[in-house]
């Protein structure tokens, strides 16, 4: 079968290219590994979702980090969408000085970052942010009113002189011609039953379908068939039938995040080609801790969302020194008391989920650096479907730990001067802000890319999802993976369209 264009991948970054592609009449095809979300009352379970993990996927990534000698599996979630229908709907663009480490400018994203808050309809608010970068245009939609606990944490903030801003959201809140949010508290870490959160299935990607993009869930990219600088075929693997098929194309875009484009691209041969040797490497997820306070009276006995707030005064404190922003602090909900039960250590698991309902998190963003050894490589063992995992190595630098701690002593106070008896930090693990394994750069030397995010070497193949980052910035980065899949899908589209 023949596309004008096959994209592997259903999050932002592959999402946001079906979109651009199919627009310009291109006859696209998106290939994804998950099915689609339930939408159902399960999805908003916690048991089912935090815990029993209802969309993990079949094949592990082997993860070894913080220095431990074994590798360990884990089971990432798999869907219509990507991370996308995971999120918490932070939408915050990168700085100018992020793009130091680039090979294009902020100015060469502006006009796409406002294009993907109109997509995304995201409600901010500027002018308040310490070091927002320039725009152009207006968020499309403002800020809904602040919720008590984030009323607390803003009172907090100006009795020790800190200023906080409107967590920019792509989620829902006033267009009544859809689903609108309800402002519960299972969305940052569930997909959202009613629709209400703008992922890229309610957003781009339904957008894509209306102008006759295909979506086949359930398929294996297994690897990419390449001959004179030119990909002519992606093979793939049926997970209901085990059946194996070909798909043929012009164009090949991939978007299957920053864990696994990479290893689409090693099990690919691609290795002759300028750049190659620094596939899957400099793996980047943010140096992230929530840092929990524990407060005297129930922090938010209404249930009502509040990821509202965000610091970024701290942004570049360190800067100057390692050459990478501090981050930022943001609201964030707390777990269900079933899910902190859970995983708590052994012997506070009662006493942690007892103190749930008086608990109220900040998260702390700090930027890590890019190191070599942090890579995605090819594991040498086959999953149930014959294709070969992905194993991951992880270890965060000491400059990674400073801008880390610098965070968390600032939300620490901000804790304590709304109320909290004491705090506690918990690290977190996960690879959701996962960045940087085909990084875009300057010359072969710095890259797998070239800063149109083209694969050194091969005409016809492009990396849209977060695996370009040079770098990781301090703020989340799904808002920069849409911008920039359609600043180069945009381009793509006009140069291919019939």
């Known amino acids: 079968m023949h596309y004008d264009a096959v994209i592997i991948g259903s999050g932002f970054g592959g999402s946001c290219a079906a979109y651009a592609l199919a627009r310009a009449g291109l006859k696209t095809v998106v290939l994804e590994r998950g099915g689609k979300a339930q939408r159902d009352e399960g999805d908003w379970d916690a048991e089912k979702i935090l815990i029993e993990q209802r969309y993990r996927s079949e094949s592990p990534v082997r993860v070894r980090q913080y220095g431990a000698r074994q590798y360990e599996a884990l089971f990432p979630n798999e869907v219509v969408g990507g991370n996308s229908v995971f999120y918490g709907g932070a939408s915050l663009r990168l700085r100018e000085r992020d793009f130091e480490s680039w090979p294009i400018g902020y100015d060469a994203l502006e006009k796409h970052y406002c294009e993907a808050e109109q997509l995304l309809g995201v409600h901010g608010e500027s002018g308040v942010?310490?070091?927002?970068?320039?725009?152009?245009?207006?968020?499309?939609?403002?800020?809904?009113?602040?919720?008590?606990?984030?009323?607390?944490?803003?009172?907090?903030?100006?009795?020790?002189?800190?200023?906080?801003?409107r967590i920019p959201l792509a989620i829902n809140f006033a267009d009544e011609s859809r689903p609108v949010c309800i402002r519960c508290i299972t969305c940052d870490g569930f997909p959202c039953r009613i629709e209400a959160k703008n992922d890229a299935t309610t957003t781009v990607l339904r957008r894509a379908q209306e102008l006759g993009a295909e979506v086949m869930a359930g398929t294996i990219a297994d690897r990419l068939q390449e001959s004179e600088g030119k990909v002519r075929a992606v093979h793939c693997v049926d997970m209901t039938s085990r059946r194996r098929f070909e798909l043929r194309s012009g164009l090949f875009v991939l978007g299957a995040g920053a864990l696994h484009s990479p290893g689409i691209l090693l099990r690919s041969g691609l290795g002759r080609f300028p750049g190659s040797r620094l596939i899957g490497r400099f793996l980047m997820r943010h140096c992230n801790s929530v840092v929990a306070g524990v407060f005297p009276f129930r922090t938010n006995p209404e249930k009502v969302f509040h990821k509202q707030l965000c610091f970024s005064e701290f942004y570049e404190e360190h800067r100057d020194r390692h050459g990478r922003a501090t981050g930022v602090i943001q609201d964030i909900y707390t777990p269900p008391a079933s899910a902190i039960r859970h995983f708590a250590p052994a012997g506070v698991k009662r006493l942690a989920g007892a103190a749930a309902p008086y608990m109220q998190n900040l998260l702390c963003i700090a930027e890590d650096e890019p190191q070599f050894d942090n890579a995605v490589q090819l594991s040498g063992e086959l999953d149930a479907f014959g294709v070969e995992t992905v194993k991951v190595d992880h270890q965060y630098s000491d400059a990674d730990f400073e801008r880390r701690d610098l965070l968390i002593s600032q939300a620490r106070r901000l804790l304590k001067a709304a109320g909290a008896l004491m705090t506690r930090v918990h690290e977190i693990d996960s690879f959701s802000h996962a960045v940087g394994t085909a990084r875009c750069g300057h010359s072969p030397e710095d890259s797998v890319l070239d800063a149109d995010c083209r694969f050194r070497g091969v005409d016809n193949l492009y990396v849209l999802d977060g695996s370009c980052f040079p770098a990781s910035g301090g703020v989340n980065p799904s808002l920069t993976i849409c911008a920039n899949a359609l600043r180069v899908a945009e381009r793509l589209g006009a140069e291919l369209s019939p």
């Open 129 to 165: 942010d310490a070091c927002e970068p320039h725009r152009s245009e207006e968020y499309p939609s403002a800020p809904i009113e602040l919720a008590p606990p984030a009323r607390r944490i803003q009172a907090a903030a100006e009795k020790i002189g800190l200023r906080p801003f």
